[in-house]
């Protein structure tokens, strides 16, 4: 029988090892994953979304169901991706720490010549105004859920951005128009992935379209099997 099709998309200046606890739980739960690599600091967002994840979605195509999984920057790709063209088998989207509205910290740290040598142009994007490209597309009209971290440890990110931030993003620039649901995670920005919270509300949103709040017995055997793929994940991803 045909599976759903998960793509999993990093973010900047990552591998896609910040997705390989998502990645196990996913294919522990029986869905297909391809968990995308590509030249994050090479080339601008849109360009990297349409040579990279482009052919992917149209490899997807005879999927049931063709969901995305993001962190960062990934979650600026799906959009630009979405707002071209959407699959006729598009399923649920999770993003994980977006920079949906850019970022303050960012905005200070993309004037800096070794920030703009070590990111390249899809980090002179991130900040705020004209070098945030994500301000300048649509909301999104699919089934999104949005994930933010509210652990920071960056000095300079305490004073710049509100409480709660995750280091780079104050869980409000993370939210967009058309999300369908929103939850935060006590995780920094670049280990969110990681948290098991993540992993769970991602399982939880992907097969139901809402993150998770609060127990009913109807679904305590479910709980109880999302543990145990959240143990075999980790085990997974360590022995990788």
């Known amino acids: 029988m045909p599976r759903?099709?998960?793509?999993?998309?990093?973010g900047l200046a990552e591998t896609p090892a910040h997705m390989a606890v998502i990645e196990a739980a996913l294919r522990a739960e029986g869905y297909d994953?391809?968990?995308?690599?590509?030249p994050s600091t090479t080339a601008r967002t849109a360009d990297l979304a349409d040579r990279f994840l482009a052919p992917l979605i149209d490899h997807a195509s005879a999927a049931p169901r063709l969901h995305f999984v993001t962190h960062s920057m990934g979650g600026i790709?799906?959009?630009?991706?979405?707002?071209k063209a959407q699959p006729a088998n598009l399923g649920r989207v999770v993003m994980t720490a977006p920079g949906n509205n850019g970022s303050a910290v960012l905005e200070l740290y993309r004037r800096t010549p070794p920030f703009k040598l070590l990111f390249g142009p899809a980090g002179q994007e991130t900040g705020l105004g004209g070098h945030c490209y994500a301000c300048a597309l649509p909301g999104a009209d699919?089934?999104?859920g949005v994930i933010a971290g509210t652990v920071g440890f960056d000095p300079i990110a305490s004073v710049v951005l509100q409480w709660p931030n995750d280091g780079r993003l104050d869980v409000n620039s993370v939210k967009v128009d058309g999300m369908k649901d929103f939850a935060t995670v006590p995780a920094r920005h670049d280990t969110v992935t990681f948290h098991p919270l993540t992993v769970f509300q991602t399982l939880q949103f992907i097969r139901h379209g809402r993150f998770f709040?609060?127990?009913?017995?109807?679904?305590y055997r479910e709980l109880a099997n999302d543990?145990?793929?959240?143990?075999?994940?980790?085990q997974t991803a360590l022995a990788a």
């Open 227 to 234: 543990l145990l793929t959240l143990g075999r994940a980790g």
């Open 77 to 83: 790709m799906v959009r630009h991706a979405l707002a």
């Open 213 to 219: 709040r609060e127990l009913d017995p109807r679904h």
């Open 142 to 144: 699919y089934e999104l």
């Open 4 to 10: 759903d099709h998960v793509i999993l998309v990093h």
């Open 33 to 38: 994953v391809t968990n995308l690599g590509y």
